[in-house]
C-alpha cells in the first residue's frame, strides 16, 4: 500500500517519539488531523468524518488519555470491523532518542513522576501490546523532521487535497539585507539601472515604462530565459522532497527597479508552468534614495 493514501488512520506511539511531527505531516499531504481526542468520542467521529469528498482521517491517541492501554485494544478491534482499510500506525524511537528528546525541549513525560529514563521503559513495556496490533510501526529515531516527512509521504502516500508547495517570488534590495528565508538568491545588480534615468527613478520595477526600459536592455531578456529555465530544472526537485514553499530571490541595490522586474517575470512564467506562485516586493514601497 505504499504511496496510497489511506482511507482513514489512527496514530499512536511513544510519547516523545515524533507522533506531532508525524500528524503535520498528514496535514501536509491532505489528511484532516484530530489530536487526542476521548476514546469515546472516536467512533463517533470515524462514523460521521471521511465521507466523500472529504479528506481522510487521522486520529491521534495515546497515553494522555485515561486507562489508554486497557481499554485501546478493544477500541481498534470495533474501529477496524466496521471500516475496512482502516490502519493503525505506531511511531516509536530508541529510548536514548526520546531521552534526548526530552532533555532538550523540557517539557515533562505524561508520567512526570517517574525519572525520564524510567518513564520511557514504563509507557514503552504497558504499549507493548498496543504496537502489536499495528499495521505500520515508524521508526524516528534517526530521522530529521524533514526526512520523517518524506517517509511519511512514501509509505502513505497524498490525498487530492495535499497542500502545494508554494513558490515565493521575491523582491530585495541588498542595502537592506538579505531575506532570511530564502533559498535560491539572485544578485541582478549587473543590469543597467533604471535609477540613474530621470523619468525612471520614481518608477517601480512593475511600471510598464520601467519593464519596457529593461527588457531593452543588453541581456536582459537572456537572463530571464535563462532564470526561468534553471527554475524549471530545480522546483521538481524540491517539490520530490516534500518541501511546502520555496522562496525565490531578486536582489538589486534598493530594491525598487531591477529585483521587482525580474521576480515579476519569474512569477508570470511559472504561475504559467501551473505551479502556486506568491509574489512579494519587500523593498520596493521604500522611499527612493538620492
Same mark, same amino acid.
Given at each position: ?7 482513514? #488512520?489512527?496514530?499512536?506511539? @511513544? ?13 501536509? @499531504?491532505?489528511?484532516?488531523c ?12 470515524f462514523? !460521521? ?13 495515546d ?53 525520564v529514563?524510567e518513564?520511557?521503559?514504563?509507557e ?6 498496543v ?14 523532521? !524533514?526526512? #520523517? ?9 497524498t ?11 521575491e ?14 538568491v539572485?544578485?541582478? +545588480? ?8 530621470a ?11 520601467? =519593464?519596457?526600459?529593461l ?10 530565459? +535563462?532564470?526561468?529555465?534553471l527554475?524549471?530544472?530545480? @522546483? ?5 522532497? !516534500? ?14 527597479? =531591477? ?8 512569477a ?21 534614495v538620492?
Open positions: 500500500m505504499s504511496g496510497q493514501a489511506a482511507r482513514g #488512520l489512527v496514530l499512536t506511539g @511513544l510519547s516523545g517519539a515524533g507522533k506531532s511531527i508525524v500528524s503535520r505531516c498528514f496535514e501536509d @499531504l491532505g489528511y484532516r484530530v489530536d487526542n481526542l476521548p476514546l469515546d468520542l472516536v467512533e463517533p467521529l462514523e !460521521h468524518g471521511g465521507k466523500s469528498g472529504e479528506p481522510p482521517l487521522v486520529v491521534v491517541l497515553v494522555r488519555t485515561a486507562g489508554f492501554a486497557r481499554t485501546f485494544p478493544g477500541l481498534i478491534a470495533r474501529l477496524r470491523e466496521r471500516y475496512a482499510g482502516l490502519r493503525l500506525v505506531f511511531v516509536e524511537a530508541s529510548t536514548d532518542a526520546i531521552v534526548r528528546r526530552f532533555s532538550e525541549t523540557r517539557r515533562p513525560h505524561p508520567y512526570r513522576k517517574l525519572p529514563r518513564a520511557v521503559l514504563h514503552r513495556e504497558e504499549l507493548a501490546v504496537r502489536e496490533l499495528a499495521d505500520d510501526v515508524l521508526d524516528t529515531s534517526g530521522l530529521t523532521p !524533514h526526512e #520523517l516527512r518524506a517517509a511519511v509521504a512514501e509509505r502513505f502516500g490525498t487530492r487535497m495535499a497542500l502545494p508547495m508554494v513558490v515565493r517570488c523582491s530585495f534590495g541588498f542595502r537592506y539585507g538579505l531575506p532570511p528565508d530564502a533559498n535560491l539572485f544578485d541582478v +545588480r549587473y543590469v543597467a539601472n533604471p535609477h540613474f534615468v523619468e525612471l527613478r520614481p518608477r517601480p520595477g512593475d511600471d510598464p515604462l520601467v =519593464r519596457d526600459w527588457s531593452r536592455q543588453e541581456g536582459v531578456e537572456d537572463s530571464v530565459r +535563462r532564470f526561468c529555465e527554475c524549471d530544472a530545480l @522546483l521538481p526537485h524540491y517539490r520530490r522532497e !516534500h518541501k511546502s514553499y520555496l522562496v525565490v530571490a531578486f536582489g538589486c541595490t534598493g530594491g525598487r527597479h =531591477r529585483s521587482v522586474f525580474f521576480a515579476e517575470r519569474l508570470e512564467h511559472l504561475t504559467r508552468g501551473g505551479w502556486v506562485v506568491s509574489l512579494n516586493h519587500r523593498d520596493r514601497d521604500r522611499e527612493p538620492g
